[in-house]
């Protein structure tokens, strides 16, 4: 993940377009170009010197000289081809972003933001583009120079030495030496062009070389692994590479099968890089332990499969209903319906031409936003593993399906460890336990009732009392009404 993490879209989308363009389209026309008008300068320099053998001389130093004159091009226009490709992705970056939001831009009246900041960049890539063409024609016109001194001197050496008496071989020498020269100028020109194309092989390469996140696991663990769901934490850091600070910092606790966890925290405290860290996303240090089983030893499929996800923007992918809930075809057309029937989509998906079949446009755009999170809580009941995480799940739906994906989580997933990072406190105030972070590290841990009573320095308490005294007393009421509704269970 670190390399998309790392990479802007508009950097991947110019190599695989712009760059990929010029390695299938340009760069062998120049590379044919080249093999064809070195051949030619040979054949005519071979023709010239046979009438002539005194104008080997003149040739062979104009060839030098154009060698140091490609040397010098070379060293600059490689740099300004590189400069060229690195100032066309952000251009790319920012088109796509301004795409993407393009209703919050209107919403904002921010147009002439984003048209300046697109401007900014267009310049950029325009000064680089522009740069290399002046290179180049700077290049064609000094080549055209030496090769009008070149002709000069063939035409004139007939004039001067007597050495060909027949007017049709001096007609021939300096017929062929006005080939020659435009010959010299646009091979010199191509073989320069082929090496500053290579700079696209070049990134391409760099793309290709990137060396795959490394599995060397191999030992499977029992089939029906996890069967409990107690996940402990022990000493766990994570940075998302070597080298990098960390992210967490010696995360120590444990959780219980069937437990609901809250996971809470300011901006950049860490709640994201938990599920990193379950799904071995990043570099982590110390262990998770799922079932008396270090995750460490587990192979990445396996385990990425073991748990449930349901993110705060729903995935999906273009294909059929069915490939989206079951990719793999591992589940009958009966278990799938029954998923759909418990996330009320059912009747939805019955009014579609081809019910199952029916394909869903890249990204799930042709459903609303609820629908698709409902897809993708279908797709965790089809799954039914006995790990949950929801990264803010509700975040972006509307409160009747909030309230639907909540009571669908409660009464599904009760036999499951269900981890829940919240930004709206009221999806984990009836949790078992909530974890709160604060700059990576775990600050307090426990029932939310419990730790709404430490009102004197409770990090918890803090957050709920930000909320506004209406809201805090709510929220106090339902982890107070949640903890005693536990413990009278407990007593029975």
């Keep these: 993940m670190r390399f998309f993490n790392t990479n802007p879209s508009g950097r991947i989308l110019n190599r695989f377009s712009k760059d990929m363009n010029l390695v299938d389209e340009i760069l062998p026309l120049t590379l044919l170009d080249t093999i064809q008008i070195s051949l030619t300068v040979f054949a005519i320099s071979v023709v010239i010197a046979s009438v002539n053998p005194w104008m080997l001389l003149p040739t062979v130093i104009m060839l030098t000289i154009f060698y140091f004159m490609r040397v010098v091009f070379l060293a600059t226009s490689r740099d300004i081809k590189r400069l060229e490709g690195i100032t066309r992705s952000p251009v790319y970056s920012h088109l796509t972003a301004s795409l993407q939001g393009l209703t919050t831009i209107r919403a904002f009246g921010a147009q002439r933001i984003l048209k300046t900041e697109f401007d900014s960049y267009q310049n950029s890539y325009s000064s680089a583009y522009f740069m290399f063409l002046g290179a180049n024609r700077s290049f064609g016109f000094w080549l055209d120079m030496h090769c009008v001194m070149f002709i000069i001197l063939v035409t004139f050496s007939f004039l001067f030495f007597d050495t060909e008496s027949f007017g049709g071989n001096v007609g021939l020498a300096i017929t062929q030496s006005l080939n020659l020269m435009g010959m010299f100028q646009w091979g010199m020109r191509q073989w320069s ?235 984990i105030m009836d949790s078992d336990k909530v974890l709160v972070m604060d700059a990576g590290r775990v600050v307090e841990f426990g029932h939310p009732h419990e730790l709404l009573q430490n009102t004197e320095a409770g990090v918890f308490y803090e957050l709920v009392q930000q909320t506004g005294r209406a809201m805090a007393e709510n929220l106090a009421s339902i982890a107070e009404e949640c903890y005693q509704a536990a413990h009278s269970q407990k007593a029975d």
């Design 193 to 427: 062009e082929l090496e500053n194309t290579m700079t696209c092989v070049e990134r391409i390469k760099e793309y290709a070389d990137v060396v795959p996140e490394k599995d060397d696991n191999t030992k499977e663990p029992p089939k029906s692994w996890p069967t409990n769901g107690d996940v402990q934490f022990d000493n766990l850091s994570l940075r998302y590479a070597l080298g990098d600070p960390y992210v967490l910092k010696h995360l120590t606790f444990n959780v219980k099968s069937s437990e609901k966890v809250g996971i809470v925290g300011r901006t950049g405290a860490g709640k994201s890089s938990i599920i990193m860290a379950l799904f071995r996303l990043a570099v982590n240090e110390g262990k998770i332990i799922i079932d008396n089983i270090d995750c460490a030893s587990v192979p990445l499929k396996r385990l990425r499969s073991s748990i449930s996800i349901i993110p705060q923007e729903p995935v999906l992918f273009s294909g059929t209903l069915r490939k989206n809930l079951d990719p793999f075809d591992e589940y009958s057309d009966e278990a799938l319906w029954h998923a759909l029937e418990e996330v009320e989509l059912k009747s939805v998906v019955n009014d579609l031409p081809s019910g199952l079949e029916s394909k869903m446009s890249e990204g799930g755009s042709n459903f609303s936003v609820g629908q698709r999170q409902l897809v993708c809580l279908a797709r965790a009941i089809v799954r039914n593993n006995k790990i949950l995480v929801l990264d803010e799940a509700t975040a972006n739906v509307d409160p009747q399906t909030d309230a639907l994906i909540q009571s669908t989580i409660r009464r599904k997933f009760s036999e499951c460890t269900v981890f829940t990072i919240a930004h709206r406190l009221h999806t």
